[in-house]
C-alpha cells in the first residue's frame, strides 16, 4: 500500500514537500516515481528515484523539483519549489514493489494528494 501526504493550497512561487509512504509486507523496492494528473489531461511522469538514488526529472520538474528516498523507511518524497499555477494536479506516488513470497515486481499506486498553485 502506497499513501501520500503533504498535498495542498499554496501561491504561486511558494514550495510544497510532498511524500509517499508504502507498508506491507515489502521485500523490497526497485524504482519510486512521482506522477501528476492535471483536470482534463493525461497522467503525466514527473519524477524518479532508482534504488540506488540516481533521479530522473520531466523537462517541467528539472531544477525546480528534487526527489528523494528513505530505503530504510520505505519512504519517497517530492519537494517542489517555484511551484507554478501549471503544476496544479493531483500527485501519484508510483512503486515497483517486490511482496515478501513473491518472484517478481509489482507496479504499485498510492491515492494522489491534490496540490493546487494559486497566481
Known amino acids: 500500500q502506497l499513501v501520500e501526504s503533504g498535498g495542498g493550497l499554496v501561491q504561486a512561487g511558494g514550495s510544497l514537500t510532498l511524500s509517499c509512504a508504502a507498508s506491507?509486507?515489502?521485500?523490497?523496492?526497485?524504482?519510486m516515481h512521482w506522477y501528476r494528473q492535471a483536470p482534463g489531461k493525461q497522467r503525466e511522469w514527473v519524477a524518479t528515484v532508482s534504488i540506488g538514488g540516481d533521479t530522473y526529472y520531466a523537462d517541467s520538474a528539472k531544477g525546480r523539483f528534487a526527489i528523494s528516498r528513505d530505503n530504510a523507511k520505505k519512504k519517497v518524497s517530492l519537494q517542489m519549489s517555484s511551484l507554478k499555477p501549471e503544476d496544479t494536479a493531483v500527485y501519484y506516488c508510483?512503486?515497483?514493489?517486490?511482496?515478501?513470497?513473491?518472484?517478481?515486481?509489482?507496479?504499485?499506486w498510492g491515492q494522489g494528494t491534490q496540490v493546487t498553485v494559486s497566481s
Open positions: 508510483n512503486a515497483e514493489i517486490q511482496v515478501t513470497g513473491q518472484y517478481r515486481y509489482a507496479n504499485y
Open positions: 506491507g509486507s515489502i521485500f523490497s523496492i526497485n524504482r
